[in-house]
């Protein structure tokens, strides 16, 4: 998905102020927000990919001007509301509640939030990793050439803007995880191998960019495509295009 939260190599932002012993978090509210996230996903409620597409459907401007947990706390509302979990008026009435000093919601309600919806999969909601007990083939070796697919899709995807179309070099397979393009918006589990890919800095950035310097993603194999058989395939083309010169060669002069 294209939006304004694909934030990686953008420019105007300005500098990334740094904060000295930032704390974990800056404020009580915070550390709740964390905390019911972390409960909503036990409770299967939604998944991790869900959360994170909850988050990049936020509108440009509200992001932008959103801390961290507010982004959370604009997230986890919209996903309570549309897994009819709560209402946005009940959603409203618990933040004032809060915010003077009482109790967030009533025993009833607490209790049929730790229950997940009828409509969500009984699939674990965090588990990056399920057990499957069936062998995932690897495609790509240790070492291997590649090139992070130019995918540009409405949906979810783990694959950043700035590494699109760029070749880098597959440094580990971290092993096989659920991926998150149809895990984000409900859809049926789909296991594959992630790979940590090193793209050098320059490949990235432009000759202007320092040399020496390189970046490691984690990219699940469907963004991948082998750099080696791309050169093949180019290769192939090239001969079929030659075989076709000379055969009209021929005719023209046997004409």
């Given at each position: 998905?294209?939006?304004?939260?694909?934030?990686?190599?953008?420019?105007?932002?300005?500098?990334?102020?740094?904060?000295?012993?930032?704390?974990?978090?800056?404020?009580?509210?915070?550390?709740?927000?964390?905390?019911?996230?972390?409960?909503?996903?036990?409770?299967?409620?939604?998944?991790?990919?869900?959360?994170?597409?909850?988050?990049?459907?936020?509108?440009?401007?509200?992001?932008?001007?959103?801390?961290?947990?507010?982004?959370?706390?604009?997230?986890?509302?919209?996903?309570?509301?549309?897994?009819?979990?709560?209402?946005?008026?009940?959603?409203?009435?618990?933040?004032?509640?809060?915010?003077?000093?009482?109790?967030?919601?009533?025993?009833?309600?607490?209790?049929?939030?730790?229950?997940?919806?009828?409509?969500?999969?009984?699939?674990?909601?965090?588990?990056?990793?399920?057990?499957?007990?069936?062998?995932?083939?690897?495609?790509?070796?240790?070492?291997?050439?590649?090139?992070?697919?130019?995918?540009?899709?409405?949906?979810?995807?783990?694959?950043?803007?700035?590494?699109?179309?760029?070749?880098?070099?597959?440094?580990?397979?971290?092993?096989?995880?659920?991926?998150?393009?149809?895990?984000?918006?409900?859809?049926?589990?789909?296991?594959?191998?992630?790979?940590?890919?090193?793209?050098d800095g320059r490949e990235l950035w432009g000759?202007?960019?320092?040399?020496?310097?390189?970046?490691?993603?984690?990219?699940?194999?469907?963004?991948?495509?082998?750099a080696t058989a791309k050169r093949g395939a180019?290769?192939?083309?090239?001969?079929?295009?030659?075989?076709?010169?000379?055969?009209?060669?021929?005719?023209?002069?046997k004409s």
């Amino acid at each position: 998905m294209n939006g304004i939260h694909d934030m990686g190599g953008m420019h105007g932002f300005g500098p990334i102020p740094r904060e000295t012993n930032e704390p974990v978090f800056h404020a009580a509210w915070e550390r709740r927000m964390f905390a019911i996230v972390l409960a909503a996903f036990g409770a299967r409620i939604f998944n991790v990919d869900e959360f994170r597409r909850a988050i990049e459907r936020i509108p440009a401007a509200d992001y932008l001007r959103s801390s961290y947990y507010e982004r959370w706390m604009r997230a986890l509302s919209a996903l309570l509301q549309e897994k009819n979990i709560a209402s946005a008026e009940e959603i409203e009435a618990a933040l004032r509640l809060t915010a003077s000093g009482g109790a967030a919601g009533s025993h009833e309600a607490r209790q049929a939030a730790r229950r997940p919806s009828a409509e969500q999969p009984a699939s674990p909601a965090g588990a990056a990793r399920p057990r499957a007990k069936r062998r995932i083939p690897v495609r790509f070796k240790i070492g291997e050439r590649v090139i992070a697919r130019n995918l540009n899709v409405e949906q979810h995807i783990r694959l950043p803007r700035y590494a699109r179309g760029r070749r880098g070099v597959i440094r580990h397979d971290w092993g096989v995880f659920i991926l998150p393009d149809k895990h984000a918006h409900g859809g049926d589990i789909e296991l594959c191998h992630c790979y940590s890919v090193e793209f050098d800095g320059r490949e990235l950035w432009g000759d202007e960019h320092p040399a020496g310097e390189s970046v490691l993603i984690d990219l699940w194999e469907p963004y991948l495509k082998s750099a080696t058989a791309k050169r093949g395939a180019a290769s192939s083309s090239g001969q079929r295009r030659t075989t076709k010169r000379s055969v009209q060669n021929k005719r023209r002069v046997k004409s």
